[in-house]
């Protein structure tokens, strides 16, 4: 999927394609020459007096040391990251041979991991990097030595379908898996991305946990998101999402008349029964896309 940049002066195409998705192809295999293509790119990244302190840590997925890596990741960015291609740790080199610090370590790293990510880009690849990973546990599992320090991590891959957004607000509920009993509301953006979801026994009460969040994180108005619902959407559910700005309200079953008549009034885009590439719109389908997939 194609989300460019929209920016005040036109860029280079490899910046302004570049982005961090989280849906990625889990049928995607990255081959040995665009895999290494990455890490050279990374190695003639410029550096603080040519010290050169980038390392990383990477496998391609099916290599035992790609499970090892994924290991060390954050509970959330194990339930996507694993559809990676391939995974890697960025680490500093901080310590010089002489045991004095190296300047400007993590600066070094940085400049070496977005060369990276632009190679991705120019190999039609995305990566996303997060820092969402415990960097003691890698240190423990890789044998990290003292003088190097693992500051990042980074998923890449091909990108992922977004109409399969119902599955990941499904994949997303922990405490269902063992209850089977608790709703979830999510937010996401406009390409398909979570940015939270929660659960509650009840859709309501996850909702509010998802707005309250935005409300904290300075979110609101909620332009170009999308709020996914795993029940009905009621009433209550789209006045809740018209307040808090949100353009389109998404359920996976059905909307009451009340909701879909709310929804026409204050101009969101209401969609009910949305199961993968199938979905019942209501109301403002001018914001809905549609394209023919090979």
């Not at 509970?75 to 004095?100: F, S």
């Not at 559910?237 to 018209?242: M, P, S």
């Amino acid at each position: 999927m194609d989300k460019p940049a929209v920016t005040s002066v036109p860029l280079h195409p490899l910046l302004a394609a570049r982005w961090s998705p989280r849906a990625l192809d889990p049928a995607f295999e990255l081959d040995e020459q665009r895999f290494t293509a990455l890490f050279e790119a990374a190695r003639w990244a410029p550096s603080y007096g040519n010290t050169q302190p980038a390392r990383f840590l990477a496998a391609r997925r099916g290599e035992p040391m790609f499970d090892r890596i994924h290991g060390t990741l954050s509970r959330g960015n194990r339930g996507w990251a694993g559809a990676a291609a391939a995974l890697a740790i960025g680490v500093a080199q901080t310590l010089g041979e002489d045991g004095e610090p190296l300047p400007y370590a993590a600066y070094g790293l940085g400049l070496a991991a977005e060369n990276l990510v632009l190679q991705a880009v120019a190999s039609d690849l995305v990566a996303h990097q997060m820092a969402g990973f415990d960097a003691e546990a890698a240190r423990t599992e890789f044998e990290v030595p003292a003088g190097f320090d693992p500051l990042v991590a980074i998923a890449i891959g091909a990108p992922g379908d977004p109409a399969e957004l119902p599955d990941r607000l499904r994949a997303a509920q922990r405490v269902f898996d063992s209850t089977g009993g608790l709703h979830a509301a999510g937010l996401f953006d406009s390409a398909g991305e979570p940015l939270v979801v929660r659960e509650d026994v009840g859709r309501h009460n996850a909702v509010d946990k998802v707005l309250g969040w935005a409300l904290l994180a300075q979110r609101v108005p909620l332009a170009g998101c999308v709020l996914m619902v795993s029940g009905r959407a009621s009433f209550e559910l789209v006045q809740k999402a018209a307040m808090a700005g949100v353009p389109l309200l998404a359920a996976v079953s059905a909307p009451s008349s009340l909701a879909v008549d709310l929804a026409a009034e204050q101009g969101m885009t209401l969609v009910g029964f949305l199961r993968g590439r199938s979905m019942n719109v209501y109301t403002g389908a001018e914001r809905i896309v549609t394209k023919d997939i090979a």
